[in-house]
């Protein structure tokens, strides 16, 4: 089964998804943590105006989903085939940059 996420609830429509806090507030109100622990896999589905997704938004919402489940499982579980290459490419480089600074600080 897979569960829709519905972007649009993250910031009223505005164009950008940023600032880290924003992640996380979106984070709580996806109710990742719970989804984490389930089976289902999450689908992702953008807005039409939704223009770019800040890596600091996409650290604040995803750090403790990759941290628990790890990359594999974590990439699995989280489909991202609804969003535009252009947001692709955003997600790809903020989940990039929290595995970096994963390696880095020696988790």
């Given at each position: 089964m897979t569960k829709m996420i519905m972007l649009e609830r993250a910031n009223n429509r505005t164009p950008t998804l940023a600032g880290h806090d924003q992640g996380l507030a979106a984070r709580i109100s996806f109710k990742l943590q719970e989804?984490?622990?389930q089976d289902e896999v999450v689908e992702l589905v953008p807005y039409d105006e939704l223009e770019a997704i800040s890596t600091s938004f996409i650290q604040?919402?995803?750090?403790?989903?990759l941290k628990t489940l790890g990359e594999?499982?974590?990439?699995r579980k989280y489909n991202f085939r609804r969003l535009p290459d252009y947001l692709k490419?955003?997600?790809?480089?903020?989940?990039r940059r929290l595995k970096m600074k994963r390696r880095i600080a020696g988790a």
């Open positions: 989804l984490d622990r604040g919402l995803f750090a403790e989903s594999e499982k974590f990439l490419l955003d997600v790809e480089l903020g989940l």
